[in-house]
């Protein structure tokens, strides 16, 4: 069984949540993040325009986590872009 759009950026939203609340995760958080976002965009079943734009910047987040020396501190930086991409996903819902 495959998951909706509308599932896979529950997960996505989830998943950006933790990050943003607990200031941590894990390399394989950062890998799924990536995977979602490539597969909601290769959807192409969004039409929220500020949705649209952030995904790349959300994949970017998660290939950067990827490789990060210091993840924790990868996702402290990251706070405020956080925060607006879980906004902007709730609006989606």
Known sequence: MSLT????LRVLQDLLSEHCEECCGRISECQQIKRIVQSVMANESIDNEELLQLLPEIYNY???GEIAQNLDEHITTNQENL?????TIQLTD
């Open 83 to 87: 925060q607006n991409w879980v906004h």
């Open 5 to 8: 759009v509308q599932d896979q």
């Open 62 to 64: 998660g290939r950067q």
